[in-house]
């Protein structure tokens, strides 16, 4: 009888159940299905098994040749973690295929369980790594801040999903739309940026960026501190997605969801 494969501190699932689950995740990717909630078959799954399978569908991704370009941290505003049930942030990784510009087009189609999100995106200058880092610190390695929308796509079933399920999942990030216009860290109040967001030019959200941890600067000081904990950093030229001030938009094929920024301009993205 074999012995059982010991587990790693702080997980409760052994290497060869993270590498299952994440085999199971690129199957509901490619199927545009959904599976059975980790948290709920794997109850002694914790978030850094959670983020364990996030790292093997990365590294996968990367082995094909797929290039690392940003970071989306999620669940940063109490409306989010409202909507969701869940009280922490997370994060996730953006590839370059993941990125879209201002106007674009997209295939629903190519996700599932689709919703879009108001955010503002960092653009980052310089290095940002460590524990405890300040609102400063932040906008001193940033060189821009941009109005973005962040396209939902989630392969868990949704109703009663923990932190542990969305982290496996990416973070639930399918894209990222960003805006086109620029403003440097400190030109504006970064806490009293308000946005609407419309649906077929129907005001469906409203938000104001300060619904982020009080300032998206330090929902992008806490990614920091949370990839130093997994012996990783931010990189300068990375986009950092720093989290929605709204609650998500469903939305259907044929849908254009446009979000307007208070003197920030607007980013917009259309579903066929």
């Known amino acids: 009888m074999s012995t059982p494969e010991p587990t790693r501190p702080g997980r409760g699932l052994d290497d060869a159940t993270v590498t299952q689950i994440a085999d199971e995740l690129a199957e509901a990717t490619r199927s545009r299905g959904t599976i059975e909630k980790i948290s709920t078959r794997f ?152 946005s609407l967001c419309l649906v077929n030019d129907e005001i469906i959200e409203t938000g104001v960026s300060g619904g982020v941890l009080g300032n998206p600067a330090l929902g992008v000081a806490w990614l920091a501190g949370k990839l130093a904990q997994h012996g990783d950093r931010l990189e300068a030229g990375e986009l950092i997605l720093a989290g929605s001030f709204t609650r998500p938009v469903w939305v259907e094929p044929g849908d254009t969801v446009r979000a307007e920024y208070q003197d920030m301009g607007t980013v917009e993205v259309t579903f066929r």
């Open 43 to 194: 109850p002694a799954a914790t978030i850094e098994d959670s983020y364990a399978v996030q790292r093997v569908w990365r590294t996968r991704r990367e082995q094909g040749g797929a290039r690392l370009v940003g970071r989306k941290i999620g669940l940063t505003s109490k409306a989010m973690q409202f909507a969701t049930g869940i009280t922490e942030p997370d994060y996730g990784v953006i590839f370059a295929d993941q990125a879209y510009p201002n106007g674009a087009t997209v295939e629903h189609a190519q996700w599932s369980n689709v919703r879009v999100e108001v955010e503002l995106a960092f653009v980052l200058q310089a290095p940002l790594e460590g524990e405890g880092l300040t609102v400063d610190q932040v906008l001193d390695a940033t060189e821009v801040v941009v109005p973005a929308l962040e396209i939902l796509d989630s392969h868990i079933e949704l109703e009663g999903r923990t932190i542990v399920d969305t982290i496996s999942d990416n973070a639930a990030l399918g894209a990222v739309v960003v805006g086109d216009y620029e403003i440097g860290p400190r030109d504006r109040n970064l806490s009293w940026i308000g």
